[in-house]
């Protein structure tokens, strides 16, 4: 078996080297994160520190990413790599208008056996919404009868199967509220970038 990787810091080194002029900007804000690949049981260290430069498209995308500093493993780093391209970014923001913009991140990474759950989610565009469904999952109501709810009006909020899915992909944050959860049981809203979510954990005969 192989183990699974923990991000645990990811820092902005020098912050945002922009294409354009940058005055009052905001900085981008990682989004989605998907996972690093596993990495051989012969990597007997117990973290890896990345260094990259990464260009943030205007649409958030990453465009293009430079490995300054890797795991000394080339396949592993050559996936890795391809993963952060995957990455989404809320874009850098000069005068509130998106620009492209290149970062220096590092990133330290935790080996790790991995936790798989079988999850699904509620996204919500606001936190009263969030909490008012919350209420009624609290009240009985199914969360499979709330997730038809929200497919039905979409501004109300977005259902997200998730499927299975290794939970150290999620901010430390996130990752706490899912390692407690039971089989069938569900989170309280979680702030998520402008959003909040709501997992269920999947039972066992639903995965």
Not at 45 to 69: C, Q
């Amino acid at each position: 078996m192989k183990h699974s990787v923990i991000l645990i810091c990811l820092l902005f080194l020098s912050g945002c080297s922009s294409i354009h002029q940058t005055i009052n900007n905001h900085a981008p804000v990682l989004l989605v994160q998907r996972p690093f690949p596993s990495v051989p049981l012969s990597l007997t260290k117990p973290d890896i520190l990345l260094a990259t430069d990464i260009l943030i498209s205007e649409d958030g995308s990453v465009a293009n990413v430079i490995l300054r500093t890797g795991s000394g493993i080339k396949a592993w780093d050559s996936i890795a790599v391809e993963t952060i391209r995957t990455w989404e970014y809320s874009p850098m923001r000069v005068n509130n208008n998106p620009v492209a913009c290149w970062v220096h991140q590092k990133m330290r990474i935790r080996i790790a056996e991995p936790i798989i759950y079988s999850l699904s989610a509620l996204l919500f565009p606001s936190y009263e919404i969030a909490d008012s469904f919350y209420t009624y999952l609290v009240e009985g109501r199914k969360f499979e009868e709330i997730a038809n709810s929200v497919s039905l009006f979409p501004t109300l909020g977005k259902f997200i199967d998730i499927g299975k899915v290794d939970i150290h992909q999620y901010s430390e944050f996130i990752r706490n509220s899912l390692t407690n959860l039971s089989e069938g049981e569900f989170t309280k809203p979680i702030k998520y970038d402008d959003h909040y979510i709501i997992f269920k954990r999947a039972q066992s005969s639903q995965n």
